[in-house]
């Protein structure tokens, strides 16, 4: 079975720009989360998705955005982008309603110049 | 204060050693679960092993277990006959309450090389 897959793999931008980030989950797993790990810092929380409505939301500002679609499929946006949004962005998915684990995807990398 | 503590910022250790990294955290939650992951250098964190706090036993994945001390608040990786592949960022995590879907937090990380 596949598992979290995340698109694209590395992303340059420049700032006051607008990206958009992927994000598929395993199959059968309704729920995703968003994670921000900056350069020598364990992922921080950004969102969490589940049923196409919003769960959960981290201490991020207001240019971050996020949705998930009926496949399950989740984007993040950032909008203004700024020097310090550059960071590795970790998709997570799981099943909702169970005591397993998160399963992280391989990430996207962004740089903002 | 921190939800998760890791102090050792990079550890050395001898291939086919046993290695242990440190993780201390703070909840007030009595239902949690504590994870550790692994990061390689291309950024997948890949789950290792998962100990719930309700659990009676240390839990162990292979050449993985957890030293779970409750009162302590601490939760110990412990990686036996260590080998070369073993080289990355681990990181500790925890999530409070009983469901997946509830925010991880996790640590600093520790670096571990494993030395030939």
């Known amino acids: 079975d596949a598992g979290v897959t995340q698109s694209p793999t590395h992303l340059i931008k420049t700032r006051g720009q607008h990206v958009t980030l992927r994000c598929s989950p395993i199959?059968?797993?309704?729920?995703v989360s968003w994670y921000q790990q900056v350069l020598g810092q364990g992922p921080q929380f950004i969102f969490q998705?589940?049923?196409?409505?919003?769960?959960g939301r981290g201490n991020f500002p207001d240019r971050f955005s996020a949705r998930q679609f009926p496949n399950y499929s989740s984007e993040l946006n950032v909008n203004a982008l700024l020097l310090g949004d550059s960071a590795l962005y970790l998709c997570?998915?799981?099943?909702?309603?169970?005591?397993?684990?998160?399963?992280f995807g391989p990430g996207t990398r962004l740089l903002v110049l | 204060a921190q939800k998760i503590t890791q102090t050792q910022p990079g550890m050395f250790v001898q291939e086919k050693e046993a290695v242990t990294l440190d993780c201390t955290y703070d909840?007030?939650?009595?239902?949690?679960?504590l994870f550790w992951y692994k990061q390689p250098s291309s950024g997948e964190m890949i789950f290792l092993i998962y100990?719930?706090?309700?659990?009676?036993q240390n839990a162990t994945e292979g050449r993985y277990s957890l030293n779970f001390q409750k009162a302590r608040k601490s939760a110990n990786l412990v990686i036996s006959a260590s080998q070369l592949g073993d080289s990355a960022m681990y990181f500790c995590?925890?999530?409070?309450?009983?469901?997946?879907?509830?925010?991880?937090?996790f640590g600093t990380g520790t670096s571990l090389t494993v030395i030939p």
């Open positions: 997570a998915s799981h099943s909702w309603g169970s005591s397993e684990t998160q399963y």
């Open positions: 199959s059968g797993h309704k729920s």
């Open positions: 998705y589940y049923e196409k409505e919003e769960r």
């Open positions: 909840t007030s939650d009595p239902s949690y679960g």
């Open positions: 100990q719930g706090s309700y659990d009676q």
């Open positions: 995590a925890m999530r409070e309450g009983r469901w997946a879907g509830n925010q991880f937090y």
